[in-house]
Each structure stands twice: as structure tokens, then as C-alpha cells.
């Protein structure tokens, strides 16, 4: 079984503080993503990292893939109110016989107070 | 477009009795994966398909679930004898081809209640 452990489980601070959310696995991952969830709806994918050490960025938002990809990072600068919600961080390990089949870590729980 | 749409949004059901949740997925998508998701967590993987054909059916409970697919679009889970801890959100998603980098495009959940 591929586990992901995310950390922290919940998040709270205040509107244009910098927060990280980690990822982490004994696993190696052919491909991580993340996902945000708003209350009542379905995740939405923010990204995809597949390479090894890959950074990639998306307005505030900063994701990163670990040079043995067992492991990823989040990381948002000043972050604003429209950034609560749940983040999660989800493994494939393709090669085997379920390719596409994600692994989901629990989530971080983050809130922004204006 | 449509997304990927599930029914009932919610259903409510006695100890015993048998539920099935339908997933429509997204016109044309290969893969249709089901989860099952508690309150403030990440989704747990149940099945997965690619068209009619169940791929990976290793993370379903036990006997009391299954799934089909019969023509490649849309997806029935179907729990028997239904149990309070089968209570939770079950999601459903789909995907273009099901390739590893792919997007997985989620529904709204039906929110099961077992009395």
C-alpha cells in the first residue's frame, strides 16, 4: 500500500502570511498532483509534477517534486482569503496493473482570516 | 461543457436495504474512478474502470459493494445490505485516457446516510 502522509492536518493564519503544506511517502511516485476542495464540492486539480525535482508555479502558489519523488511541496505566498480550503496531494504509481489509480494523502485543513 | 454529474446528491436509507449511485462521466472520457470520502479527509480509492472493463477493484470493502460499467459511460456502485458504516461522501470521476499525468475530473458526491 502507497501512503501519503500530508502535514499540517489543519492550517490557520491570517491574510498575507506564507504557509507550506508537505507531502510524504516511502513510495516513489511516476506523478504527483494537487488538488483543492471547496466545502460541498468535488477536488479540482491545481497541478501535475511528473520529474524529479521539477518546480512548478502558479500565481502564488508554488509546487515542487522531490529529486527521488517520494515526496512534494506547496507553498503559497501571501495568502488571501479565497485560498481556505482543503488541499490535497495525490500519488500514481503507474507501471503496475492500475495506471491512473490515485493515492490520495488526508489533507490539510486551511483557513485565512481576513 | 458538462462535468461529471452523480445521482442522488443524497440519500438517506435504512440498515439492510440495498443503494445504487449513479456517475455520469464526461462525454467521451475513458477512465471512471470511484472514491469514497470522509468529512476533512482525501478521497479513498474503491474502483476504477477503462470503458466497461473494471481495472482495479481492490479498494472496495468488501463483498456488499460492486460496480459496473456495462457500456463504457456511465457507472453504477451498488451497495447491499447497506450498514451505518457505509455512511460517507462517495465521489465519482473521470478521466480522458486514464494515463497517470491525466486530470481526473470529480463529481459533486452523493452523500449516503444509513439509518
Known amino acids: 500500500t502507497q501512503l501519503l502522509e500530508q502535514s499540517p492536518q489543519f492550517l490557520s493564519i491570517q491574510e498575507g502570511e506564507n504557509l507550506t503544506v508537505y507531502c510524504n511517502s516511502s513510495?516513489?511516485?511516476?506523478?504527483l498532483q494537487w488538488y483543492r476542495q471547496e466545502p460541498g464540492e468535488g477536488p479540482v486539480l491545481l497541478v501535475t509534477?511528473?520529474?524529479?525535482?521539477e518546480v512548478k508555479k502558479l500565481k502564488r502558489l508554488t509546487f515542487q517534486f522531490g529529486d527521488a519523488r517520494k515526496d512534494s511541496s506547496l507553498h503559497i505566498t501571501a495568502a488571501q482569503p479565497g485560498d481556505t480550503g482543503l488541499y490535497l496531494c495525490?500519488?500514481?504509481?503507474?507501471?503496475?496493473?492500475?495506471?491512473?489509480?490515485?493515492?490520495f494523502g488526508q489533507g490539510t485543513i486551511l483557513t485565512v482570516h481576513p | 461543457g458538462a462535468g461529471v454529474s452523480q445521482s442522488p446528491r443524497y440519500k438517506v436509507t435504512k440498515r439492510g436495504q440495498d443503494v445504487a449511485l449513479r456517475c455520469d462521466p464526461i462525454?467521451?472520457?475513458?477512465?471512471l474512478y470511484w472514491y469514497r470520502q470522509a468529512l476533512g479527509q482525501g478521497p479513498e480509492f474503491l474502483t476504477y474502470f477503462n470503458y466497461e472493463a473494471q481495472q482495479d477493484k481492490s479498494g472496495l470493502p468488501n463483498d456488499r459493494f460492486s460496480a459496473e460499467r456495462p457500456e463504457g459511460s456511465i457507472s453504477t456502485l451498488t451497495i447491499q445490505r447497506t450498514e451505518q458504516r457505509d455512511s460517507a461522501m462517495y465521489r465519482c470521476?473521470?478521466?480522458?485516457?486514464?494515463?497517470?499525468?491525466?486530470?481526473?475530473?470529480f463529481g459533486p458526491g452523493t452523500r449516503l446516510t444509513v439509518l
Open positions: 513510495s516513489v511516485f511516476s506523478s
Open positions: 509534477v511528473v520529474t524529479g525535482g
Open positions: 470521476a473521470s478521466s480522458l485516457t486514464g494515463q497517470s499525468t491525466d486530470t481526473q475530473y
Open positions: 462525454s467521451g472520457h475513458v477512465s
Open positions: 495525490a500519488g500514481d504509481h503507474a507501471g503496475g496493473t492500475s495506471y491512473g489509480k490515485l493515492t
